[in-house]
């Protein structure tokens, strides 16, 4: 079973700030988190990843809550190219595969 | 470029009739794996592997193959395929299984069984 909650969708504004949500409750102390999306007619691309302390990069940022138990990607300004399904995924350094939950789809409206 | 290369993106055959899906990475990863995706259902892992001559079964192995005789290949082998084998497949890679490493997807190839 997947390990994280996401909500099965949201709606932005195009150029407006988009938070996506994701609850993680049963994070363990080395399990990262991966963000990853999937553009319509694509495969899942990577998007940002973190472990404890926020994270920014030139598509993304990621904000981890001190608890750990949830995180959120937040998109500064949504673009129509950003319409896709995100995945937040837990990694850990074992041999555990990566489980994909149903993720979040996001719809930009002009 | 770095890249995974799937093929074919495309294939319509009938049951029964032995296909593979062949993964090609020129990364120099470890970790390679395969995964369904089926609409509702999201993305699912068939197999993987975390080196060569190393492949283990993912959630819904039932009905492929895969093998792993050199790093950079990672073939699906559909030995008689059945219509609920219909599906979009991609394959994905990263350096090793870790938390901290990134995995990059092929475009997908989309196989309907008749």
């Known amino acids: 079973d997947a390990k994280t909650t996401q909500p099965n969708s949201m709606e932005s504004n195009e150029e407006e700030p988009v938070h996506l949500p994701c609850n993680h409750s049963t994070i363990s102390g080395t399990d990262y988190i991966h963000w990853y999306r999937q553009l319509p007619s694509q495969g899942p691309e990577y998007v940002i990843h973190g472990l404890t302390s926020n994270v920014n990069n030139r598509m993304a940022s990621l904000a981890i809550a001190e608890d750990r138990k949830s995180s959120t990607l937040i998109l500064h300004r949504a673009t129509l190219r950003d319409a896709a399904v995100y995945y937040c995924?837990?990694?850990?350094?074992?041999?555990?595969?990566?489980?994909f939950g149903k993720g979040t789809r996001l719809s930009v409206i002009a | 470029e770095a890249q995974v290369t799937q093929n074919p993106r495309y294939l319509i055959t009938v049951t029964g009739k032995k296909l593979t899906v062949t993964c090609s990475q020129n990364?120099?990863?470890?970790?390679m794996s395969w995964y369904r995706q089926d609409p509702g259902l999201g993305l699912r892992q068939i197999y993987y592997s975390m080196n060569v001559e190393v492949t283990d079964k993912g959630d819904v192995p039932e009905g492929y193959k895969v093998s792993r005789k050199e790093k950079r290949n990672f073939p699906l082998i559909l030995e008689s395929p059945s219509p609920n084998q219909t599906s979009l497949y991609f394959c994905?890679?990263?350096?090793?299984?870790?938390?901290?490493?990134?995995?990059?997807f092929g475009a997908g190839s989309r196989l309907t069984v008749l």
């Open positions: 990364m120099n990863h470890e970790y």
């Open positions: 995924i837990l990694r850990d350094w074992g041999n555990t595969p990566l489980v």
């Open positions: 994905a890679t990263s350096p090793i299984l870790g938390g901290a490493n990134v995995l990059t």
